[in-house]
């Protein structure tokens, strides 16, 4: 499965924008999904994940309210509606697959990553 994120830019705080993940190769279907950020010299952190249903959806506490995970498998994409953006959610963000179809919080879980988008927000 290859991965491509994209939608990340410069954001004033307060604004939105919203990710994408496009997968090829192989329909993700039965993959769970995560995204997860990267800030500058900090661990590549959980932020939102979503089982191969999409019933099931998790949040870390600090985006919970204000991101939203979705997915359409019939498009092989993941999305994440980022509202409310915060200069503290200025990061690096990837798009991961697992093959076990839960929602993981452990990057080590995951399968597959993209290659991530820069997301800026500026106050």
């Known amino acids: 499965v290859q991965l491509q994120a994209s939608g990340g830019g410069l954001v004033q705080a307060g604004g939105s924008l919203r990710l994408s993940c496009a997968a090829s190769?192989?329909?993700?279907?039965?993959?769970?999904m995560g995204w997860f950020r990267q800030a500058p010299g900090k661990e590549r952190v959980f932020v939102a994940g979503?089982?191969?249903?999409?019933?099931?959806?998790d949040y870390v506490d600090s985006v919970k309210g204000r991101f939203a995970i979705s997915r359409d498998n019939a498009k092989n994409t993941v999305y994440l509606q980022m509202n409310s953006l915060k200069p503290e959610d200025t990061a690096v963000y990837y798009c991961?697959?697992?093959?076990?179809?839960?929602?993981?919080?452990?990057?080590?879980?995951?399968?597959?990553w993209g290659q991530g988008t820069q997301v800026t927000v500026s106050s």
């Open positions: 991961a697959a697992h093959q076990k179809g839960y929602i993981y919080r452990v990057r080590e879980m995951y399968d597959y």
């Open positions: 190769g192989r329909t993700i279907s039965s993959y769970g």
């Open positions: 979503i089982s191969r249903d999409g019933v099931s959806t």
